[in-house]
């Protein structure tokens, strides 16, 4: 990992892989492709702009799924931190809406 302010710019989930770290998959990932939230992402680089995602369910002959390279915009950010954040603000919104109701 970079540093703890940003998650990996290039990170997969296949242990065989360089690119693959255990603590920042534990930690957790979000990754939003081309404006849509992707929570079925197998690698990705996000200075490249690509992510690579499952075939369906297609695999090779070791088992392994067969992926596509998907490219265009690719923001990331650590679920830990990003989620709690604007779940809680979006909860306020709705029960400061609800009051004035």
């Not at 540093?3 to 693959?20: A, E, Q, T, V, Y």
Request: hydrophobic share 30%; proline share 5%; net charge negative.
């Amino acid at each position: 990992m970079a540093d703890d302010n940003s998650p990996p710019d290039r990170l997969s989930n296949n242990p065989r892989s360089p690119h693959f770290d255990m603590g920042a998959l534990q930690r957790g990932v979000g990754i939003r492709f081309k404006g849509r939230e992707r929570d079925d992402v197998e690698e990705y680089c996000a200075s490249e702009g690509w992510i690579r995602v499952a075939a369906g369910r297609a695999v090779d002959r070791h088992g392994v799924p067969v992926t596509v390279k998907l490219s265009g915009e690719v923001e990331t950010w650590w679920r830990d931190a990003g989620e709690g954040g604007e779940e809680a603000a979006e909860e306020g919104e709705a029960g400061e809406a609800g009051q004035d109701a």
